[in-house]
């Protein structure tokens, strides 16, 4: 099993492009994260799904939209960039989202900078 | 709102035993975690011990909860060199929450 798998590892854009990180799982979890760390700031929810077909958002949304194509992948897209998004970003996943002692795995993170 | 507490660096000579402290606010945490988290990886999780538990241990690893004063501590026993990493705490209550990480860094 890969785990979790986060693609690109890098990338530079520039102010105003869009891209699409992409997260994918293969552990048959029903809840995915998409997580930004930042120095000094810890980790900070952007957007979770708790199952297939759902998505809500976390502390820090704003620029920011996602999709759940399906039970494995849940990609985070940022439509118009601004360096203000200059982040790790990581995804997770866990089986149940809820209530409880379900563990988070975590990829290995996306280096985004935004110019 | 609910928060995470932890010290933000700690320096350790190898050998000794390593303690990072963090403090919650949330009384109603099920679950307090333990992560890890080495340069340029994404986090991994050490242990993690329910809210009724007073103790965990796990090898080199003894996790410490004072319920009552909302304290979770991480004892690394003959800390090593391969443990110099970020330490993340985190509590679920109606969700989960991190702190923003102990850097341990290892003297020769």
């Known amino acids: 099993n890969a785990g979790v798998t986060q693609t690109p590892k890098f990338q530079v854009l520039k102010t105003g492009q869009s891209m699409t990180l992409q997260c994918a799982q293969d552990?048959?979890?029903?809840?995915m994260y998409w997580y930004r760390q930042d120095p000094g700031m810890g980790l900070r929810l952007i957007y979770y799904?708790?199952?297939?077909?759902?998505?809500d958002k976390g502390e820090v949304p704003n620029g920011y939209n996602v999709s759940r194509l399906n039970k494995r992948e849940f990609s985070l897209r940022l439509e118009s960039a601004a360096p203000s998004q200059t982040s790790v970003y990581f995804c997770?996943?866990?089986?149940?989202?809820?209530?409880?002692?379900?563990?988070?795995?975590f990829g290995p993170g996306t280096r985004l900078t935004v110019l | 709102g609910e928060d995470v507490e932890q010290s933000l660096f700690l320096s350790v000579r190898e050998g000794d035993s390593s303690v990072i402290n963090c403090t919650y606010t949330d009384s109603s945490s099920t679950y307090l975690y333990w992560y890890k988290q080495e340069p340029g990886a994404g986090l991994q999780l050490l242990t993690y011990i329910f809210s009724n538990m007073d103790m965990k241990q796990d090898q080199r690893l003894t996790v410490l909860l004072n319920k009552k004063d909302k304290h979770l501590s991480l004892r690394i026993a003959d800390t090593q060199t391969g443990d110099s990493a970020i330490y993340f705490c985190a509590e679920r209550g109606d969700k989960i929450i991190f702190g923003k990480g102990t850097r341990l860094h290892i003297l020769p």
């Open positions: 552990m048959n979890h029903n809840s």
């Open positions: 799904s708790a199952s297939e077909g759902t998505t």
């Open positions: 997770a996943s866990s089986s149940s989202g809820g209530r409880g002692g379900d563990t988070q795995y």
